[in-house]
Nanobody
């Protein structure tokens, strides 16, 4: 089994910051990329940011310049530093780990991020 564990969510005021962490463990498989996705009430899940094991990153246009994704290959861990948070960032944030084949695709349980005054 592959276990994905997220942490770091919470309630923050607009303009504030949060740092999310995600660690993958369990059955051995070759990870190609890890990343963060989010889903707000009544909306589809969307990509936030991804990072490959060689360091290539991809961001949604809505978070560029505000969010930074980083990783530690030895720990199979990724982080998402979120700055200048907006109410529109409110969502459940899900961590994802992908292998080199489509069958190897795993999700965490999600962590709630709420941006409100």
């Amino acid at each position: 089994q592959v276990h994905i564990v997220e942490s770091g969510g919470g309630l923050v005021q607009p303009g504030g910051s949060l740092r999310l962490s995600c660690a993958a463990s369990g059955s051995a498989f070759r990870i190609y990329a890890m990343g963060w996705y989010r889903q707000a009430p009544g909306k589809q899940r969307e990509l936030v940011a991804t990072i490959t094991t060689v360091g290539s990153t991809n961001y949604a246009d809505s978070v560029k310049g505000r969010f930074t994704i980083s990783g530690d290959n030895a720990k199979n861990t990724v982080y998402l530093q979120m700055n200048s948070l907006k109410p529109e960032d409110t969502a459940v944030y899900y961590c994802n780990a992908r292998g080199y084949l489509i069958d190897y695709n795993y999700w965490g349980q999600g962590t709630q991020v709420t941006v409100s005054s």
